[in-house]
């Protein structure tokens, strides 16, 4: 069992850089690949980025945000993290940091465990 709480969110301008942090709780984390998904108003869950479990050398990222978002993780720490940097507005959403044993899935479906969210706004 995993619980996960993100942290970080909030208003930034166009071009603006964020970083948001998942903090798990359990002793597995390392076990577990990661994962960042996003929600806008009206729009179904889409994914942002993975990452493998205990190295994290593997990544994997939407086209919509590759080259702007890095994933990583601290095992040390428990973290997960979502640096994000040239934000847009269309970067404005909830975002979720979900959890499961299989690395590289990009469906919201195959993730067994879920945060809360925390709110992205990205002014224009």
């Known amino acids: 069992q995993v619980q996960l709480v993100e942290s970080g969110g909030g208003l930034v301008q166009a071009g603006g850089s964020l970083r948001l942090s998942c903090a798990a709780s359990g002793r597995t984390f390392s076990s577990y690949a990661m994962a960042w998904f996003r929600q806008a108003p009206g729009k179904e869950r889409e994914f942002v980025a993975t990452?493998?479990?205990?190295?994290?050398?593997?990544?994997y990222y939407a086209d919509s945000v590759k080259g702007r978002f890095t994933i990583s993780r601290d095992n040390a720490k428990n973290t997960v993290y979502l640096q994000m940097n040239s934000l847009k507005p269309e970067d404005t959403a909830v975002y979720y940091c979900a959890g499961d044993r299989s690395f590289g899935s990009t469906q919201r479906t195959d993730y067994a465990y879920w945060g809360q969210g925390t709110q992205v706004t990205v002014s224009s």
């Open positions: 990452i493998n479990s205990w190295s994290g050398l593997n990544t």
